[in-house]
């Protein structure tokens, strides 16, 4: 078990639904992220979150809307999606910062597989 | 900008040793980890450097050159269950955020 799970595991939406990813992380980490992964190409982060604050966003167009209420659970919003947008969505928590030995590894969910028809 | 580089694809046979390159070049540098994702499943974490040389964890042993930009992975007594896909990433200056790889995917033949 990885600590951090994530729902649904398989999601297919029209074009014009509305839809969340649901994340939470039972490791006392303080920091979350939000990953897509496509065939053939790397993880691309999307968003990053410290202590409930957003301190990344990779440039995701706005139909993805992230949500953090608290360090442990970790929403991605989603609304009026394409049909490129359907790939493997992993979420991730670690601790804070760069300090600590270990590096601060980041631990992942088992991923949404998400279809947009 | 950011890349990091590792072969596609490679094979191996049960009981053999393989290693898995990484070339980096990214705006900073703060620690090189490696990440072992079987097909439809999460990425897990297998080891971490962030000083130059070798760590060593049972079979499978980490190297870094910050010089050079360089790591590899290498796997000993290889075994059907090390196939899997293999991801190199780096952290940059920036703080926890986390630039990968495209992944090495390994076949481990009997």
């Known amino acids: 078990e990885t600590g951090v799970t994530q729902t649904p595991r398989h999601l297919v939406m029209g074009m014009t639904n509305k839809k969340s990813l649901k994340c939470e992380q039972h490791l006392g980490h303080n920091a979350m992220y939000w990953y897509k992964q496509s065939a053939k190409k790397p993880l691309e982060l999307m968003f990053v979150?410290?202590?409930?604050?957003?301190?990344e966003n990779n440039s995701v167009p706005s139909r993805f809307s992230p949500e953090c209420p608290n360090s442990s659970h970790l929403f991605l919003h989603l609304h009026t999606l394409q049909p490129e947008d359907s790939a493997l969505y992993l979420c991730?928590?670690?601790?804070?910062?760069?300090?600590?030995?270990?590096?601060?590894?980041?631990?992942f969910g088992p991923g949404t597989r998400l279809t947009v028809l | 900008g950011q890349n990091i580089d590792q072969p596609t694809e490679m094979t191996a046979t049960e009981g053999a040793i393989v290693q898995i390159n990484c070339t980096y070049q990214t705006s900073g540098f703060n620690g090189l980890f490696w990440y072992q994702q079987h097909a439809g499943e999460a990425p897990t974490f297998l080891s971490y450097n962030v000083l130059d040389g070798l760590e060593e964890k049972g079979r499978f042993s980490s190297f870094l050159s910050r010089s050079k930009g360089y790591s590899y992975l290498l796997l000993k007594e290889l075994q059907m269950k090390d196939s899997a896909s293999y991801l190199c990433?780096?952290?940059?200056?920036?703080?926890?955020?986390?630039?990968f790889g495209k992944g090495t995917t390994l076949s481990v033949s009997s």
């Open positions: 979150y410290n202590f409930k604050e957003q301190t």
């Open positions: 990433a780096v952290r940059d200056q920036a703080g926890t955020a986390l630039i």
């Open positions: 991730a928590s670690s601790r804070s910062g760069t300090s600590g030995y270990g590096g601060n590894e980041q631990f």
